[in-house]
């Protein structure tokens, strides 16, 4: 090793960086578990497993779905999904699995038991303490939405660099955080019904109070767009759990949450009393016993506006190229800008 690269490798030596993961749950539930608040978590049930899901052709249509859905976004260039196996959900003696290293915070193989504290002010898992912050209201949430935005950083007055919308809470948070995204599809039919209903019903009310009205005015807004362009009726909820063993490090990490929200256009919600609920909510296939009050309801193109899948920069497989670093981190990186991306059929 020349002296070059030797004084390479040690500028980088023990480095620290922000590593990102991104998985993508589909999770089959019912009707009335879906619409189940956090006081009937199943935390506080005998029975966990409603009798639609022991139906074997409602879970084998289920799975054909997700076949499907999983052959349209293989099918792209730029995006691939990868089916976890059984052991790297649930693990092994061997080796911890992704449930176990949701428990203790930690994407280590190998990971450790840790008691998880819940309170009426906090929640804690082992040593570290967890901050969440919440998107549960369109009250919180900006005017409009977009898949991308220009990322000024690293942007010129010639070119752009795009990023998703909520890339702020995504990888530019330099915490270690989990943001969670959860899109609830249910009867699109059933809840403009209920929307047509409620629509009456303040219409009825509008003498009483003129805050009647403006909620009828905003209904009908909701069900025009629907009906007018075909768009199917969702609940949507977001949230950031960010932690920390160091209590003066939370205060800063809480601060920037709010801030990468605020970047958003979103007003940040700290939320305390139901940190549990979401956390129990968001263990890989636990998403049906999300508390439906802490969701609001939108559309598809308008919910998938918060996802965020940008990730690290990767080592190409190629032997041959060259060493750059990540712009984020700093990370050193092996990158092959010829040949490699010739053959994913991104350049010619």
């Known amino acids: 090793m020349s002296f070059l690269d030797r004084s390479f490798e040690l500028h980088f030596n023990e480095r620290p960086y922000l590593n990102h993961f991104s998985y993508l749950f589909i999770t089959k539930t019912t009707r009335e578990r879906s619409r189940s608040r956090s006081n009937f978590s199943i935390l506080c049930r005998g029975n966990i497993i409603p009798k639609e899901v022991r139906d074997k052709d409602a879970v084998s249509r289920f799975l054909e779905s997700v ?12 995006i691939r999904l990868e089916r976890l196996t059984t052991d790297e ?3 092994t003696p061997q080796q911890a699995g992704l449930i176990e290293k949701y428990f203790s915070l930690s994407q280590q193989d190998t990971t450790t038991l840790k008691d998880i504290q819940m309170s009426a002010s906090k929640m804690r898992i082992g040593d570290n303490t967890l901050c969440v912050h919440t998107l549960s209201d369109v009250d919180d949430l900006p005017g409009s939405v977009q898949t991308d935005t220009r990322y ?32 609830f599809i249910d009867d699109s039919a059933e809840i403009l019904q209920r929307f047509e209903k409620t629509a009456r019903n303040m219409h009825s009310l509008s003498k009483y109070s003129r805050a009647n009205q403006l909620n009828k005015q905003w209904i009908d807004a909701y069900l025009d767009e629907a009906h007018s362009f075909g768009l199917t009726a969702i609940r949507c909820h977001c949230n950031v759990m960010a932690w920390s063993d160091n209590r003066e490090k939370l205060k800063v990490i809480k601060n920037d949450t709010g801030s990468a929200l605020a970047l958003m256009g979103c007003k940040p919600r700290y939320n305390t009393i139901d940190a549990p609920a979401l956390y ?20 598809i193109e308008q919910g998938v506006c918060f996802f965020t899948e940008e990730t690290n920069y990767a080592d190409s497989l190629s032997p041959f190229g060259i060493k750059m670093a990540d712009r984020t981190n700093g990370k050193p990186l092996h990158l092959d800008i010829s040949d490699e991306p010739m053959r994913r059929g991104i350049t010619t």
Not at 162 to 179: Q, T
Not at 282 to 297: A, C, K, M, T, W
């Open 152 to 183: 000024e950083k690293y942007s010129t007055d010639r070119s752009d660099c795009r990023l998703s919308f909520a890339a702020p809470v995504g990888l530019m948070l330099s915490c270690d955080h989990i943001y969670n995204q959860f899109l």
């Open 280 to 299: 129990w909510a968001g263990i890989p296939g636990g998403e049906g016993d999300f508390p439906s009050e802490e969701s609001f309801f939108t559309f």
């Open 89 to 91: 959900i649930v693990g």
């Open 67 to 78: 076949d499907q859905f999983e052959r349209i976004l293989n099918d792209s260039v730029f």
